[in-house]
């Protein structure tokens, strides 16, 4: 079987690929390094947008955006349901490596084709010639789904955090859901202007949460060790429990699965910058890796720690700040002082992951745009002259954040199903994405040249994240509980089928006369 070339010898070929004679030899914020230009040729893409991050802006933004730490603190509770202490920290170490594999595979893809469309312009080049508009234009759907709700259900998590401080700091407060859709409205205001006016300073601000992600993950861990009380390590790492009534502990577990694959999903999120990125095709692949490594320790070891100082499960679950990291904070601590410090620190960390949510899923609604995969696609992808970001794209990330936040006042069981909708979406373009590399090895058919190759190491790294991928994937729909009523019965299956329906119809009717899928733009001489 013919595989691709190692790393050193792929970028050789890479190299050799390019034919800079009529290249712009110039490296600037807008045309990039010659290595973007040869990209950006081969892809049929112009370059309209402005290369302002670097490696260490970008590993940033994936940093801050998955937030890996955070949301080990803030999604915990399907996992002490699901599978208990031990469950929580064991499930996590195996999404982890599961995640990796996918992540790994996934920055070989971007290191081919550094592009802002991300995975719909994967399955478009390297799916079979058969089904690649299809598939491109099916995958190009699913990440729109997936990144427009990623938005509001960010927002809407920060907004529930700052609820739960306000319960702990006040007794009287009765928290109400339309509050919680006001509070999401003005944090998406606040993105949404971010994303306008402050645009060009995106890659510092990014540089500076990433120092304030870091910073905080001491500012938590430090007194929950020094004041905390410590359970026994034994019982944390070895208790499992069926909280969901299961009938089976393995099963729990499996269910219990939702809490770390919050804490990973989005990985592609650097990708849909690559077009802003200086030097993409080695720096992007870097950036995507190294937060995978970093994020996944830091996680790991908050999750440890929360399980060690978490007390009574039944009693955390039950807080009445709606958050069991909040409750866990203020027992350790004993302070409202204290608590209200270390969650201050949750509130803005995922603020500002609503900031890049916005960045990532406004640009992945552009490049779509492009290549006339949306209604409006002409207005959707036009960058104004000067200001060198989508703002359409942006405004439209906007208006359907706050539309989506209304469901709230009528149903939050309703609003949940949406949002969390976004999981299954990413997942599955994630699958298809890969499975085209992994259908291109099998058949011995050579790859793309890139700076950044698995080698050897593809085959069985390819084959490994489509299996865990696919887990996941059937884990999101799982429902709460084995005899769910209407109410809390996990709908998102049914919405999730619509809007694959929905694409299929409206690319048989529509799509497939304008969408020809991105591989057609591409030169073939390179």
Same mark, same amino acid.
């Given at each position: 079987?013919?595989?691709?070339?190692?790393?050193?010898?792929?970028?050789?070929?890479?190299?050799?690929?390019?034919?800079?004679?009529?290249?712009?030899?110039?490296?600037?914020?807008?045309?990039?390094?010659?290595?973007?230009?040869?990209?950006?040729?081969?892809?049929?893409?112009?370059?309209? /947008?402005?290369?302002?991050?670097?490696?260490?802006? +970008?590993?940033?933004? %994936? @940093?801050?955006?998955?937030?890996?730490?955070?949301?080990?603190?803030?999604?915990?509770?399907?996992?002490?349901?699901?599978?208990?202490?031990?469950?929580?920290?064991?499930?996590?170490?195996?999404?982890?490596?599961?995640?990796?594999?996918?992540? !790994?595979?996934?920055?070989?893809?971007? #290191?081919?084709?550094?592009?802002?469309?991300?995975?719909?312009?994967?399955?478009?080049?390297?799916?079979?010639?058969?089904?690649?508009?299809?598939?491109?234009?099916?995958?190009? &759907?699913?990440?729109?789904?997936?990144?427009?709700?990623?938005?509001?259900?960010?927002?809407?998590?920060?907004?529930?955090?700052?609820?739960?401080?306000?319960?702990?700091?006040?007794?009287?407060?009765?928290?109400?859901?339309?509050?919680?859709?006001?509070?999401?409205?003005?944090?998406? %205001?606040?993105?949404?202007?971010?994303? %306008?006016?402050?645009?060009?300073?995106?890659?510092?601000?990014?540089? +500076?949460?990433?120092?304030?992600?870091?910073?905080?993950?001491?500012?938590?861990?430090?007194?929950?060790?020094?004041?905390?009380?410590?359970?026994?390590?034994?019982?944390?790492?070895?208790?499992?429990?069926?909280?969901?009534?299961?009938?089976? %502990?393995?099963?729990?577990?499996?269910?219990?699965?939702?809490?770390?694959?919050?804490?990973?999903?989005?990985?592609? #999120?650097?990708?849909?910058?690559?077009?802003?990125?200086?030097?993409?095709?080695?720096?992007?692949?870097?950036?995507?890796?190294?937060?995978? /490594?970093?994020?996944?320790?830091?996680?790991?070891?908050?999750?440890?720690?929360?399980?060690?100082?978490?007390?009574?499960? $039944?009693?955390?679950?039950?807080?009445?700040?709606?958050?069991?990291?909040?409750?866990?904070?203020?027992?350790?601590?004993?302070?409202?002082?204290?608590?209200?410090?270390?969650?201050?620190? @949750?509130?803005?960390?995922?603020?500002?992951?609503?900031?890049?949510?916005?960045?990532?899923?406004?640009?992945?609604?552009?490049?779509?745009?492009?290549?006339?995969?949306?209604?409006?696609?002409? &207005?959707?992808?036009?960058?104004?002259?000067? &200001?060198?970001?989508?703002? *359409?794209?942006?405004?439209?990330?906007?208006?359907?954040?706050?539309?989506?936040?209304?469901?709230?006042?009528?149903?939050?069981?309703?609003?949940?199903?949406?949002?969390?909708?976004?999981?299954?979406?990413?997942? #599955?373009?994630?699958?298809?994405?890969?499975?085209?590399?992994?259908?291109?090895?099998?058949?011995?058919?050579?790859?793309?040249?890139?700076?950044?190759?698995?080698?050897? &190491?593809?085959?069985?790294?390819?084959?490994?994240?489509? @299996?865990? /991928?696919?887990?996941?994937?059937?884990?999101?729909?799982?429902?709460?509980? $084995?005899?769910?009523?209407?109410?809390? @019965?996990?709908? *998102?299956?049914?919405?999730?089928?619509?809007?694959?329906?929905?694409?299929?119809?409206?690319?048989?009717?529509?799509?497939?006369?304008?969408? !020809?899928?991105?591989?057609?733009?591409?030169?073939?001489?390179?």
């Amino acid at each position: 079987m013919e595989d691709v070339k190692p790393q050193v010898e792929g970028e050789a070929a890479y190299e050799a690929e390019g034919d800079y004679e009529n290249e712009d030899p110039e490296i600037s914020e807008k045309k990039g390094t010659q290595f973007d230009q040869r990209d950006m040729r081969r892809m049929g893409k112009t370059q309209q /947008l402005r290369r302002n991050f670097r490696f260490l802006t +970008i590993f940033g933004f %994936t @940093m801050v955006l998955m937030a890996t730490w955070e949301a080990s603190l803030s999604a915990n509770i399907f996992g002490l349901i699901n599978g208990g202490t031990g469950g929580l920290i064991w499930v996590y170490v195996g999404t982890f490596f599961g995640f990796f594999a996918a992540i !790994v595979s996934m920055a070989e893809m971007a #290191s081919m084709a550094p592009t802002t469309g991300g995975q719909y312009h994967w399955v478009s080049e390297f799916a079979p010639p058969s089904s690649q508009k299809f598939l491109s234009y099916i995958v190009g &759907w699913l990440c729109v789904l997936g990144w427009q709700v990623g938005n509001t259900a960010i927002a809407f998590l920060a907004g529930q955090q700052i609820q739960g401080l306000i319960v702990l700091n006040n007794d009287s407060y009765v928290p109400h859901r339309w509050h919680t859709t006001l509070l999401v409205i003005a944090i998406m %205001t606040f993105c949404q202007l971010f994303n %306008t006016f402050l645009a060009r300073r995106l890659p510092l601000v990014e540089g +500076i949460i990433l120092i304030l992600h870091i910073c905080g993950f001491f500012a938590i861990l430090i007194p929950l060790w020094v004041l905390g009380k410590r359970s026994n390590a034994h019982e944390v790492f070895t208790t499992f429990t069926d909280g969901g009534g299961w009938g089976s %502990t393995g099963l729990s577990c499996l269910v219990g699965m939702l809490s770390p694959i919050f804490s990973f999903i989005g990985p592609d #999120s650097a990708t849909h910058m690559s077009e802003e990125l200086r030097d993409a095709s080695k720096s992007l692949p870097r950036a995507m890796i190294a937060t995978a /490594l970093v994020n996944g320790a830091m996680g790991f070891v908050m999750v440890v720690t929360f399980c060690m100082f978490v007390g009574d499960v $039944p009693t955390i679950i039950a807080t009445p700040t709606g958050q069991p990291f909040i409750q866990v904070f203020y027992n350790v601590t004993n302070s409202k002082g204290g608590a209200s410090a270390m969650t201050a620190i @949750m509130i803005t960390m995922a603020t500002f992951g609503c900031v890049t949510n916005v960045a990532t899923s406004s640009r992945q609604v552009w490049a779509f745009a492009r290549d006339q995969g949306l209604p409006f696609s002409a &207005w959707l992808a036009y960058v104004r002259p000067g &200001w060198d970001i989508p703002l *359409n794209a942006v405004l439209v990330s906007y208006i359907f954040a706050v539309l989506l936040s209304l469901i709230n006042i009528g149903s939050t069981v309703a609003f949940n199903i949406v949002t969390s909708l976004g999981t299954g979406a990413l997942l #599955s373009s994630y699958i298809v994405s890969i499975s085209c590399v992994l259908l291109k090895r099998f058949r011995g058919e050579p790859l793309l040249p890139s700076r950044y190759s698995l080698g050897w &190491w593809g085959l069985p790294l390819n084959i490994f994240s489509v @299996m865990f /991928l696919c887990l996941a994937f059937v884990m999101t729909f799982f429902p709460p509980q $084995p005899k769910p009523s209407a109410v809390v @019965m996990n709908w *998102n299956i049914l919405v999730y089928g619509c809007v694959v329906v929905f694409s299929i119809v409206y690319f048989v009717f529509r799509g497939r006369y304008r969408y !020809v899928g991105p591989v057609e733009y591409t030169k073939k001489d390179y």
